[in-house]
């Protein structure tokens, strides 16, 4: 017996068309080679599989109908394989050190990783958080191969390309006045008492915004976690500045949160990618980068406030 996967083919061919002449055209073969090929088969496996009538084509037989089902489910099979070898031959092998400022990790992370393991599992992938200053030393000594941080957390001289815009909102308990309104200005916000987010570089910039019109915030917490943030204005203590939002507007305690636009003009920060200086992208980097830029700006889409 010696039933081929071409055999097998050419009689999926023969079904699909109707006819010698159709499967002929379809696997550019000649009508004689397609015929040998479905004698062959027959002669194999020692049943007919069509019934030939000459000027009305070809109909499968009742054992035909089963072999030829048979036949395409081992052809998809076959395929199958071959798409997942070409993808295990093309796949990459190795290293990643990622970085990512560690509030947005949870958003960005998690999509980009899904994709990229599926696609990859041989690259073996480490991920470091951490603050603005940690994100940009780690960037620095390529301790990390790429890294995602905010741009205004990187020295001049560190490479980056921008990913999406995250402009900065107001964080207010639902039972707030303030949740009531659809923008809140800056003047207002500094009577009213303010949770700081404390991390160096993110401090520096919501106190920025304030010194910039003239204004003082009344600063009553300060933490450098930010979920703690989300809890202590959920619990009515306060309003807060913050760039993204998580997918969840519950904190632990399952306080609320509403978040507005801020209605002042201001500058706000950017989602970029970065890399160490003068060290030459792996394409390890490149296709992570490319996952990156599909998944974060999805992302960032939904989870940015807004006035426009």
């Given amino acids: 017996m010696n039933i081929t996967l071409k055999k097998l083919e050419v009689a999926a061919a023969v079904a699909r068309n ?42 499968l037989t009742p054992a035909g109908r ?8 081992i052809l998809q ?35 980009v990783l899904r994709e990229f393991t599926r696609r990859h599992p041989r690259v073996t992938v480490h991920i470091h958080e951490g603050t603005g200053e940690e994100i940009e030393k780690m960037i620095q000594d390529s301790s990390v191969d790429v ?15 921008p990913l ?30 303010m949770i700081l987010f404390d991390q160096p570089v993110s401090r520096n910039y919501f106190l920025s915004l304030f ?30 500045l913050l760039n993204l939002r998580p997918p969840a507007e519950l904190s632990y305690h399952g306080y609320r949160l509403v978040r507005r636009p801020l209605a002042d003009k201001h500058s706000f920060p950017s989602v970029v990618l970065s890399y160490p200086a003068g060290k030459r992208r792996s394409r390890i980097v490149e296709v992570f980068g490319t996952l990156c830029r599909q998944h974060v700006r999805k992302v960032a889409s939904e989870f940015t406030v807004s006035g426009g």
């Fill in 66 to 73: 089963d072999i030829v089902s048979n036949a395409e489910a």
């Fill in 18 to 59: 109707g006819s010698i002449a159709g499967a002929a055209a379809d696997l550019a073969l000649s009508p004689s080679g397609v015929a040998a090929a479905l004698d062959g088969l027959e002669a194999d496996i020692g049943v007919r599989i069509f019934d030939r009538r000459p000027a009305k084509g070809v109909a």
């Fill in 211 to 240: 010194r910039e019109a003239k204004l003082t915030p009344k600063v009553l917490y300060q933490t450098q976690n930010y979920q703690t943030v989300c809890e202590l204005v959920g619990a009515g203590l306060g309003y807060s």
């Fill in 164 to 193: 999406a815009p995250a402009p900065t909102h107001v964080v207010v308990a639902a039972d707030a006045p303030e949740a009531k309104q659809d923008l809140l200005r800056l003047a207002q916000l500094s009577e009213l008492p």
């Fill in 147 to 161: 890294a995602l941080t905010y741009d205004f957390v990187l020295r001049q001289n560190l490479p980056r390309e």
């Fill in 77 to 111: 099979d076959m395929d199958s394989f071959q798409e997942n070898a070409i993808n295990w031959i093309h796949s990459l092998s190795g290293v990643l050190h990622v970085g990512c400022f560690a509030t947005f990790s949870p958003l960005f992370i998690p999509p």
